[in-house]
């Protein structure tokens, strides 16, 4: 079993920034991809980046492309996501998953993900 826990969200204004952390415990994988995913309010939880077990793949929602960097230190057996100019639209739960996918391959449905975290809330004021 795999244990994930998200910290790092918060309020903050426009144009602001928030680092949200995802740390695994537990039975963990030696190769998993991470993902981040979002769910606003009435809203579907969507994509918002993932990163392959590698590292050699990222990929990004077009919704956060140029704002947001993924990125993951295997030593820790976390992950780190930066969000920078953020806009109210950002404002969700934002949660982590895993999935023990080796290499380059970086999933963005959240179907593909087996673990998930209980969700940190990101506010953004206006």
């Known amino acids: 079993q795999v244990q994930l826990v998200e910290s790092g969200g918060g309020l903050v204004q426009a144009g602001g920034s928030l680092r949200l952390t995802c740390a695994a415990s537990g039975r963990t994988f030696s190769s998993t991809v991470r993902g981040w995913f979002r769910q606003a309010p009435g809203k579907e939880r969507e994509f918002v980046a993932a990163?392959?077990?590698?590292?050699?793949?990222?990929y990004y929602a077009d919704s956060v492309k140029g704002r947001f960097a993924l990125s993951r230190d295997n030593a820790k057996n976390s992950v780190a996501l930066q969000m920078n100019s953020l806009k109210p639209e950002d404002k969700a739960v934002y949660y982590c998953?895993?999935?023990?996918?080796?290499?380059?391959?970086?999933?963005?449905?959240?179907?593909?993900?087996?673990?998930w975290g209980q969700g940190t809330q990101v506010t953004v004021s206006s």
């Open positions: 990163i392959s077990a590698s590292g050699r793949t990222v």
């Open positions: 998953a895993s999935a023990p996918v080796p290499g380059n391959s970086a999933p963005t449905a959240a179907t593909d993900y087996n673990y």
